[in-house]
């Protein structure tokens, strides 16, 4: 079973275009959805959740078709927004019991024993009687988990879950995912290259509204193998050297700059290779160097059709 | 600095929400539509003070909404928006946060509320509105309470919303404050604290300070008099808004950036306590990491009972929510609080009696339509709630993705509401027990409060929380929502008399009401309630399906895309859904339409105009052609009460008791009743019939001569067919019916059909009616004298039938009673000629059987309404013994007291027979030390069995004072005989006070005793005030022998009639020359006295006597119909007393000195001396038992001042 989203679009009124054109094919295992901040990763994580219509285009989970068929998808669907709150008064074990009948386990034991589990998994099973205001905003986020696995879905989308997160719960955050197991596709939306590329089998970036790569990250990674050079130059060289070279990312340190260059062989003398990994990956995409055409349809093969 | 830009930033944002527009719609409209819409042809002047506080207080209730939702919005968008932080971070003060915001939004809230002002004005000004009639335009008139009510009031009111939404950081907290206000008045204004003092300074609104202000302002006054700034409002307003600054100063102490709501303290507390980070992994529960292959898998359903359960939880889960809400338990309490506020004295309804706590009166009064208010704000408040908690706490999207379909949600939530509602049923049931208990009262019927709170109160609040759950989530703005909610109730209320909008098909909720009663329980209301409630059940259904289709799953906003995706929803179930409610509204719809259309006619008041026009133009003429009398009516009447159905079958006789011949008659029968046949005894044909109103202009073939006479054969058929729009018949009903001799044949053309309002008259080009002749026309008034149209005496011989539980009564004496094929007869026979117009009753009645010398006294009434049978019977003995003794003899055979159901509201004097309400004798509380109200109200009626059914007086001004102002003077004597002086003199000075209240209402145009026609403030109250004025002047014996020489006159059934003057005439009479005057001042004008008394002091004589100094002031002045007065010279006769210092308990005080002293206009000094052994004077004053009329009621005696020296020789 695999999600597949075919030329989906999105215009707001306001005419901002949140996504265009997107088609993404993606299997079982941990899904990464990487891009900045308004590259139209809610949107495509909103849609897929069936909270939000795109303009055109069509989503498939298996034989589902997520766009006509929302209550089938919603019962296999779990779901952790970028934002939530809770019901400040309520405690833990109270408000995942709500959830649980909402999900469809109406058998009394069958719900508390997969709440008390749940509840263990998180690792909140301690505070389950305690109000939820009280809890940190870690706890929080691990009760959202909690509330996205009820009912063993076979699609969850976690939108920018470790946005909030100490180092400490992000790494506690982000076993708990992993753990989630081979069974289900896993789509992770986060604007950190690091959740990825610990976590993910595949991934796309996203920008502007577009898929500009879609790859395996250890794969995405061999090919740029090569292709990033840097220097260590002062901070006054380093407007020259981004007129003149394809500057990807900077990087202070001690008062000098490292800067990374995209190209296929040495840039010009200094320049050391870089040992690749997800960021230069993820900054030459976003500098428009590097991209492979993947599964996006051509605007000429469309016009084809 | 920083509050400046605060303030700039609050006044910007607030300006730019879509709610701000609203509101300036309504606030500056809705005045204005009152205006526009209010009928013209009622007479009251829309731009007075008065009237404009109504507009107010109507537009003001909404105002308070608006308030909450600004200061609400103001205070908890922060917290709201999870901006609070940056707040709390910014180095800003919290005289900067909070100031800034108050002013800015307290700025913004008067400028709406100049709408109301600007809105009245500029609609005066309407050009089109020229009919109206508008009081001259002064700037003063709005601009005084503007200064004095509405901008304090709305500090007021905004320093408690903008507190407690601080500090709770809740919108509902806000709106829940703003109904604990409105709660706090009506307990105010409800609470009598028996001084004036404490009322004026405990009202938080002033309203209650303004309305004494102004209570006893005449007509004329009222549309020119300003409301200025007078010293007791001026005082009010200074507490309050001390009060307001204080609460602020308060929040502003209170205030913390840092809390997050209410009980900040505890909770940080709690927070303190709260698990650390990572608890969970050293507490003592189980370290779990990798698992998830642990989770066991659950079976999941999708079926319909999945869909129950889930329904059910979500109805659960949203339930506890509200109810833990602290400001709800508030709320609850409050309602507590309300139910004894207004059921205290439940019921006050003749001479401002208490009431027994009936259970219908507690559950269908007190918790009807005082508390539908509060139940339609809190029905939009929890509604609101409900729809919008998710979203509020930012669950929605995580709600919006479980895998339930969208109308689970909302069914959950709706049930959630339901229970509310249920709930606080349940707490009023509770609490009017405990009223009823608390008052004495054990009669408790839980299956009628089952009947009343959980049906017919239930299914409308029901109704209405469908309408504010659909509208919440339709408009999807939760203050907007607000507004709307309660505005669509407030717009029910008014479609009627504002909008012209009557039909309840029409009117949301509506229905022809109902009035439930002991005798017939809710009678014939309940089938027609039912239907109505259906038909918009229907509705509500419909709104239901509605908001499930709007229901917003996802935050994703937009009305196109909302719409795009409702019409997507709008499918399946839900289109089935709305093709159920709309079957449902068509047939519940088209079933009422037949009713009240076809089966019944639909009139509007223009078409009941258009019809009395008709009449006018057309029978006018035969108003003053003869017309023959009927001097006897014979008549069988079978009752089916079961069927609510009566047959009349009957005969007139009719005499030409004129001195012409007579060749026309025009008769006509009210289409209360059916007619079946109408024959004259004598040849004739009919030159004009117009069915539809079941009148008949006949011409008789020769003349009926004068003394000759015919008879008039008749036969009417009273049955309900279906049911009407309002007004349902309650004439004939399965237990309690009571109609009168109208629906028999009326001979001849009556004034009493013409429109009455002048205005709408004019309308119709008609010229005002004259209204009764005055003295001062003397032929009209002379030939008034000799002439009753339409209600000569007539022998009456009447056979009722009815069914076989019950007993039939009417006037006459009961000849005979038997029993025939199940049913009961009664065959009643008058002695003498009485009034046509008896009553017809019949009930499952309980009797009580009494005797006075060799009249028989019966009581007939409902069996549990056993409170004052001893009293009414009591009251019938004293007031014969005293009556025959005083004026003359007892002229019937028997005299009875009949209890009617509360349909109407009086009590009726006919021959032999007495007609009470039930809600009147029958169900008052007399408690110890009251005035014993019931047997008052019996021996009033009693003595109209002499001024009234003996004593008939001619259709002439001033036909008042000889019947109702002597009756009442009459009972007032008896009482005083029976209860002795005290009792008299406390229902003196509460006639004294209703008459000076009376002269206060615009309705009423003033008039002397002589001249007085239609006014019952006059005829009642300041009749009982001079007729008992009168006595304590010249004795009563003299005033016995006047009006036994009165009565000796006109007593006789035939004419002339008596007339004003005649009881004038005897009055002087009996009156000695020295204060004749009285006579004039009392009856023949409109009298007010001025009396001050400006200081007293009082010096020790030498031989230990005190000699007191009275320094006062007195002015008499006359005033004209609508109050204008003008200073009359006085030279009268007024009481002087001096007190001793009240002891506490001891009841009467004693003057140490009391006598009448000349009192002349302007200032004056006046010495009596008191004699040592009396006592010391501590207080004195002119006319200390009120005997005079005095336009303010204000404390008559002043403190003596004791001077030290010797005093002049």
Redesign the interface.
Not at chain 2, 397 to 405: F, L, M, R
């Given at each position: 079973m695999q999600l597949e989203i075919r030329n989906v679009s999105k215009t707001y009124?306001n005419g901002v275009r949140a996504l265009h054109d997107v088609s993404l094919t993606i299997p079982r295992g941990m899904y990464g959805l990487l891009g900045p901040n308004g590259a139209g990763k809610s949107t495509l994580m909103?849609t897929l959740?069936?909270?939000?219509?795109p303009d055109t285009g069509s989503i498939r989970l298996g034989d589902i078709d997520v766009l006509r068929e929302k209550?089938r998808v919603?019962?296999t669907?779990g779901?952790?927004?970028q934002?939530?709150?809770?019901?400040?008064?309520?405690t833990a074990e109270r408000l995942l019991d709500?959830?649980?009948?909402?999900?469809?386990?109406?058998?009394k034991g069958?719900?508390r024993?997969?709440v008390e589990?749940?509840l263990?998994?998180?690792?909140?099973?301690?505070?389950r009687k305690?109000?939820l205001?009280?809890?940190?905003g870690?706890?929080r986020q691990r009760f959202?988990v909690a509330?996205?696995?009820l009912?063993?879905p076979t699609l969850v989308i976690v939108d920018e879950p470790t946005a909030g997160l100490d180092p400490?719960?992000r790494v506690r955050f982000l076993?708990l995912l992993s753990?989630?197991?081979e069974n289900s596709i896993i789509i992770l939306s986060t604007h950190i290259v690091e959740d990825v590329s610990e976590l993910c089998t595949r991934m796309a970036i996203i920008n502007g509204g577009q898929i500009l790569l879609e790859a395996e990250p250890l794969r995405a990674i061999d090919e740029v193998r090569g292709r990033v050079w840097r220097k260590l130059v002062p901070k006054e060289e380093v407007a020259a050297v981004e007129l003149e070279l394809p500057v990807i990312s900077t990087k202070m340190l001690a008062g000098r700059v490292y800067v990374n260059v995209y190209g296929p062989s040495q840039p010009a003398p200094g320049f050391e290779e870089v040992d690749p990994d997800l960021k230069d990956v993820y900054f030459s995409v976003m500098g428009g160097h590097h991209q492979r055409p993947s599964t996006r349809t051509e605007p000429l093969a469309r016009a084809a059709l | 600095m920083k509050f400046g830009a605060i303030f700039r930033y609050e006044l910007g944002y607030q300006l730019r929400s879509p709610a701000m527009w609203f509101y300036i719609v309504v606030l500056f409209l809705g005045p204005m539509a009152m205006v526009q819409f209010s009928d013209p042809t009622n007479n009251r002047v829309m731009n007075t003070p008065r009237t404009y506080s109504e507009v107010t207080s109507i537009v003001g209730f909404l105002a308070l909404y608006v308030s909450a939702g600004l200061f609400g919005d103001a205070a908890t968008r922060d917290s709201a928006t999870g901006s609070q932080s940056l707040f709390n971070t910014a180095p800003i003060t919290k005289w900067d946060y909070l100031g800034g915001r108050f002013a800015a939004v307290f700025l913004l809230n008067a400028g709406l509320l100049l709408g109301l002002p600007l809105g009245v004005a500029l609609a005066t000004q309407f050009p089109w509105l020229d009919g109206y009639n508008f009081a001259p335009f002064q700037l003063g008139q709005y601009v005084q309470p503007f200064v004095m009510m509405t901008l304090p009031n709305l500090f007021i009111s905004s320093a408690v919303l903008f507190t407690v939404a601080s500090l709770t950081r809740q919108a509902l907290a806000t709106y829940l404050s703003g109904l604990g206000l409105i709660i706090l008045y009506l307990i105010v204004v409800n609470q009598g604290f028996g001084s004036d003092t404490v009322e004026n300074l405990v009202d938080p609104f002033g309203i209650g300070s303004l309305q004494k202000v102004s209570k006893l302002w005449t007509p004329v006054e009222q549309e020119s008099r300003l409301l200025g700034y007078p010293p007791t409002l001026l005082l009010n307003r200074a507490v309050w808004i001390t009060i307001a600054s204080g609460v602020l100063v308060w929040l502003y102490r209170r205030f913390s950036f840092t809390s997050t709501g209410i009980g900040g303290k505890r909770?940080a507390a709690?927070?303190r306590r709260?698990?650390a980070?990572?608890?969970?992994?050293t507490?003592?529960?189980?370290?779990?990491?990798?698992?998830?292959?642990?989770?066991?898998?659950?079976?999941?359903?999708?079926g319909a009972?999945?869909r129950a359960?889930?329904t059910f939880?979500?109805a659960r889960?949203a339930l506890a929510?509200v109810l833990?809400n602290r400001v709800f338990i508030l709320v609850a309490l409050a309602t507590v609080l309300l139910v004894f506020v207004f059921g205290w004295d439940v019921g006050s309804i003749v001479f401002d009696t208490s009431t027994w706590p009936v259970t219908h009166l507690v559950a269908g009064e007190v918790m009807g339509l005082p508390m539908t208010i509060m139940f339609t704000v809190l029905t939009s408040l929890v509604a609101g709630e409900l729809v919008w908690?998710e979203r509020d706490?930012?669950?929605g999207?995580?709600?919006?993705?479980?895998?339930?379909?969208d109308w689970?949600p909302l069914a959950g939530r709706f049930i959630a509401l339901v229970v509310v509602l249920v709930g606080m049923q349940a707490l009023l049931m509770a609490s009017g027990i405990a009223l009823q208990a608390a008052k004495g009262y054990y009669r408790f019927e839980p299956g009628l409060y089952l009947r009343i709170l959980f049906g017919m109160n239930l299914v409308e609040y029901l109704i209405f929380g469908a309408l504010a759950m659909a509208v919440h989530v339709v408009v999807n703005q939760k203050n907007l929502a607000h507004v709307f909610v309660v505005g669509t109730y407030l717009l029910t209320l008014v479609a009627g008399s504002y909008f012209g909008l009557r039909h309840n098909l029409l009117v949301f909720n509506g229905d022809p009401g109902w009035v439930y009663s002991d005798l017939s329980g809710f009678g014939p209301f309940l089938g027609p309630f039912l239907w109505f409630k259906l038909y918009w059940a229907a509705w509500a259904l419909m709104l239901v399906v509605v908001a499930t289709v709007f229901w917003n799953?996802?935050s994703?906003g937009?009305i196109?895309?909302r719409v795009?995706?409702a019409r997507q929803r709008m499918s399946g179930p839900a289109l089935r859904m709305v093709a159920v409610a709309a079957l449902l509204v068509v047939a519940s719809g088209g079933f009422i339409f037949y009713n009240t259309n076809v089966l019944n006619a639909y009139v509007t008041p223009a078409q009941l105009d258009d019809a009395a026009a008709a009449y006018e133009r057309t029978y006018k003429r035969y108003q003053s052609a003869p017309h023959p009398t009927i001097v006897a009516n014979e008549l069988r009447v079978e009752l089916y009460p079961e069927r609510r159905a009566v047959d009349l079958r009957g005969t007139y006789r009719l005499v030409n008791l004129t001195g012409r011949p007579i060749d026309t008659l025009l008769v006509e029968v009210k289409r209360d009743v059916r007619m079946e046949s109408l024959e004259l005894g004598r040849a004739a044909t009919v030159v004009r019939e117009e069915p539809a109103f079941q009148r008949r202009l006949y011409a008789l073939a020769g003349t009926l001569q004068p003394g000759d006479s015919m008879t008039m054969t008749y036969h009417f058929v009273h049955e309900p067919r279906g049911f009407t729009n309002s007004g349902i018949p309650t004439d004939v009903v399965s237990n309690g019916t009571y109609f009168e001799g109208d629906w028999l044949p009326i001979i001849g053309y009556r004034s009493s059909l013409e429109i009455s309002n002048e205005k709408t008259r004019a309308g119709y080009g008609f010229r005002p009616r004259p209204g009764l002749p005055s003295v001062r026309d003397s032929a009209l008034y002379e030939a008034m004298r000799n002439d009753l149209p339409g209600s000569q005496p007539v022998m009456m011989d009447v056979t009722m039938g009815t069914a076989g539980d019950q007993i039939a009564v009417t006037s006459g004496k009961l000849v005979r009673e038997w029993r025939e094929n199940g049913r009961r007869y009664f065959h009643y026979r008058t002695d003498v000629p009485i009034m046509n117009g008896a009553p017809y009753l019949s009930a499952r009645y309980a009797v009580k059987e009494d005797r006075w010398k060799d009249v028989p006294l019966r009581l007939y009434h409902h069996p549990t309404h056993t409170f004052n049978a001893d009293r009414i019977m009591h009251s019938m003995k004293a007031s014969l013994e005293y009556y025959s003794t005083a004026f003359g003899p007892y002229p019937f055979s028997e005299l009875r007291v009949v209890e009617f159901p509360r349909y109407a509201n009086f009590a009726r004097a006919n021959p032999h027979t007495i007609t009470f309400s039930e809600g009147s004798a029958f169900i008052t509380r007399i408690d110890s030390g009251d005035v014993d109200r019931t047997f008052f109200v019996v021996a009033h009626e009693t003595a109209h069995q002499w001024w009234g059914n003996q004593l008939r007086g001619a259709r002439v001004k001033g036909v008042g004072l000889v019947s109702e102002t002597l009756a009442q003077y009459s009972s007032m004597m008896v009482m005083e005989k029976t209860f002795g002086r005290e009792m008299v003199r406390d229902f003196y000075d509460f006639q004294m006070q209703q008459y000076l209240s009376g002269r206060a209402s615009a309705s009423s145009i003033e008039a002397p005793m002589t001249e007085v026609e239609s006014q019952p403030h006059l005829y009642y109250f300041k009749g009982g005030v001079v007729m008992y004025t009168l006595r304590e002047a010249i004795g009563e014996a003299n005033m016995t022998l006047a009006l036994r020489r009165f009565l000796q006159k006109f007593g006789d059934p035939q004419p002339p009639y008596a007339t004003a003057s005649d009881l004038v005439q005897e009055l002087r009479a009996v009156t000695p020359d020295s204060i004749q005057y009285t006579i004039t001042d009392l009856f023949e004008t409109i009298t007010l006295w001025e009396l001050e008394t400006d200081s007293v002091s009082a010096v020790k004589a030498a031989n230990g006597d005190w000699q007191v100094t009275l320094d006062v002031t007195a002015k008499k002045t006359r005033a004209d119909s609508v109050g204008r007065l003008t200073e009359t010279p006085m030279r009268d006769l007024i009481d002087v007393g001096v007190y001793a210092e009240p002891v506490p308990g001891a009841g009467p005080r004693k003057p140490l000195y009391f006598a009448k002293h000349w009192v002349e206009s302007g200032k004056q000094r006046i010495t009596v001396t008191v004699p040592a052994s009396a006592g010391t004077p501590a207080r004195a004053g002119l006319d200390p038992d009120r005997t005079v009329i005095q336009r303010e009621w204000g404390t008559p005696l002043a403190p003596v001042t004791v001077k030290t020296g010797a005093a002049r020789p």
């Open positions: 009124p909103r959740a069936t909270l939000q219509e209550g919603r019962e669907l779901y952790l927004p934002e939530f709150g809770v019901y400040p008064r309520e709500h959830f649980a009948t909402l999900e469809g386990i109406t058998d069958q719900r024993e997969t589990a749940l263990q998994q998180t690792n909140l099973w301690s505070v305690e109000k205001g009280t809890f940190s870690g706890m959202g509330i996205a696995l009912g063993h400490a719960e076993n753990a989630l197991g | 909770r709690r927070d709260a698990p980070e990572g608890a969970g992994e507490a003592n529960a189980p370290r779990v990491r990798h698992a998830i292959a642990s989770v066991p898998r659950a079976s999941r359903l999708f009972r999945t359960q889930q939880a979500v889960h929510d833990r908690k706490v930012r669950v999207d995580i709600a919006a993705v479980t895998p339930v379909p689970v799953r996802s994703e937009g196109g895309a795009r995706l």
